[in-house]
């Protein structure tokens, strides 16, 4: 099976100002999957309680998760499957609570078609409109492969095997 439909953007497929977005609520559920994978139990995303005390008053997500929308940009829309996550830089700007839905921004900035580098800004809303992230990075999108030519029919070479098919 050929890989080459699943594959996202080329760099010959993008442009400077090409742009793609992605939104999600981050649910309870979320922040305690997200603690679980990362062993990331801090009572600020996990303990009402303590987090109750803290200068939010309530539990925040993980700001790595909320990172991670961009990267479920970058690897499943624009460029898409295929992507390789070169480098990135955040500013987390303002706490993401537990509910809180977010809109996620990605461009291209720049692009370097020799290297096959594309350098992005990111952003994050919430719905109130607070930017809540802002960055940028480097991926590497999907090289295209050429197809392979098809394969010819093997020749048989047996002694009158032409005269034989031929009949």
Known sequence: MSFQNILGKGIDEIEVGDKAYFAKTISEYDVYQFASVTCDFNPAHINEAYAADTFFKHRIAHGMLTLSLVSNILG????????????????????????????????????????????????????????VLEGDGIVMPPKKRKPKPPAEAPVDTRAGAAAVSAA
Do not use: H, Y
């Open 76 to 131: 499943t829309q624009f460029p898409g499957p295929g992507t390789i996550f070169v480098s990135q830089n955040v500013r987390f700007l303002a706490p993401v609570f537990i509910g809180d839905t977010i809109e996620m921004v990605v461009a291209a900035v720049e692009l370097d078609r020799a290297r096959n580098r594309m350098t992005f800004s990111c952003a994050g809303v919430n719905q109130n409109g607070i930017k």
